[in-house]
């Protein structure tokens, strides 16, 4: 079969091409100016131009890529043979004719442009086959070969092309999303690949994303990321729980900053040191929760339920909010968690004023309900004051 393509009249007749399917393949490294002869010669005129339709890329796409024609006359390593032109110099085709970059965006490695290429920073071979060079049978054959592999299957998932609406699904790298394969204007969101933060997550969000993010995830660089590891810092209390060495709310968990959410409530008023007309020395954490010995704790952040609440004496009211402490001693109920109106922090709040009975169970002294007949017997300090023992002047 003679073949018309990018040799002129006189030499056609000497070119014999196997019948090989038009590729898609873009020839896109051939675009810079080349120190070339543009009158063709042997070739059709214009087959340096690449904004004709003479252009030899042009024409291989559109035949096959018959590269044996060019083999029989520059020779099988594309530098000269019989007719002692190099394929290879005059800046053109300098790695080689059968270079992976002549024909797929001339880069080492490839960089094609075409659909979302350039927004993925991964291997080749992650999502198609790499054939061996140029001349493995049917390589440039107008199909594009998917097979999905690599970091697509990451984690056990099972990953597939969809072809017809040119859409990946089931891939580590997108998690539960299916995004087009066309590129999209700007960049993608967290939320694109997974959610933010992701179902799999902790229970409690608390900042916006991607800035909440950042607080555990520091943002790797672009080669690590969904590189099939989860990049985290070990939070400490306060990053989940308020701020400060104390880590106590506010903010709740939730991101509630006022005591009247059961978040919040009353932990300043427990742990706060430097608050003013305190009653009391604080408590640690301990005295109410359940500590774990790391953030990572199993049953600490893959819980689903409200904070742990364990008292080693005494009980809380999750609806009445409020609990039943040695601290609070006989009251019950006992002072409302998220009650900031002051009224909580009266004496008689916490127990009678003056209490029925004593801590050991026998009747109190009739007194006075006031301090100064408080302070005729017991003594107060904030340091010592609800530590558990009764103080009693000298």
């Known amino acids: 079969m003679v073949r018309k393509s990018i040799w002129n009249g006189r030499f056609q007749a000497h070119i014999v091409a196997a019948a090989w399917i038009g590729s898609a393949i873009l020839v896109a490294a051939c675009v810079v100016e080349r120190e070339v002869d543009r009158d063709g010669g042997v070739h059709r005129e214009g087959f340096a131009e690449p904004e004709t339709a003479n252009f030899h890329g042009t024409s291989l796409r559109a035949e096959g890529y018959p590269l ?16 002692g032109f190099s394929c290879t110099t005059s800046g053109c085709h300098t790695s080689g004719v059968e270079w992976c970059g002549t024909c797929h965006q001339g880069a080492s490695p490839p960089e094609p442009s075409s659909g979302a290429h350039e927004a993925h920073p991964g291997a080749c071979s992650d999502c198609h086959p790499i054939p061996k060079d140029a001349r493995e049978p049917k390589h440039p054959s107008g199909v594009v070969d998917v097979i999905l592999s690599g970091q697509a299957l990451m984690g056990g998932a099972k990953a597939m092309w969809d072809a017809t609406a040119r859409r990946c699904a089931n891939t580590y790298c997108h998690g539960a999303t299916s995004p087009p394969w066309e590129p999209l204007p700007g960049s993608l969101e967290c939320s694109a690949c997974h959610a933010a933060p992701p179902l799999s997550h902790a229970r409690f969000p608390v900042d916006p994303a991607p800035e909440g993010c950042a607080s555990c995830h520091p943002i790797p660089p672009e080669m690590q990321h969904i590189d099939g590891k989860i990049d985290f810092i070990e939070p400490s209390c306060d990053t989940c729980h308020g701020k400060g060495e104390g880590g106590a709310p506010p903010p709740g968990l939730d991101g509630s900053t006022s005591p009247s959410a059961p978040g919040v409530g009353a932990h300043q008023s427990h742990l706060d040191e430097t608050l003013a007309n305190r009653i009391g020395r604080t408590v640690a954490c301990v005295t109410c929760h359940d500590v ?23 009980s809380y009211d999750v609806e009445a909010r409020s609990c039943v402490v040695g601290c609070h001693w006989d009251k019950n109920p006992g002072p409302v968690w998220t009650d900031m109106s002051g009224a909580e922090k009266a004496c008689g709040a916490c127990h009678g004023f003056p209490p029925v009975k004593t801590r050991k169970g026998t009747p109190h002294p009739a007194s006075q309900p006031d301090q100064l007949s408080c302070i005729s017997c017991h003594s107060f300090e904030i340091d010592t004051h609800v530590d558990g023992h009764v103080d009693f002047l000298p």
């Open 68 to 83: 044996e024609g060019c083999r029989l006359c520059h020779g099988d390593d594309y530098k000269g043979g019989p007719v």
């Open 292 to 314: 774990p010995a790391s953030a990572l704790s199993p049953g600490h952040l893959d819980d689903g339920a409200p904070a742990d609440v364990r008292f080693f004496q005494g």
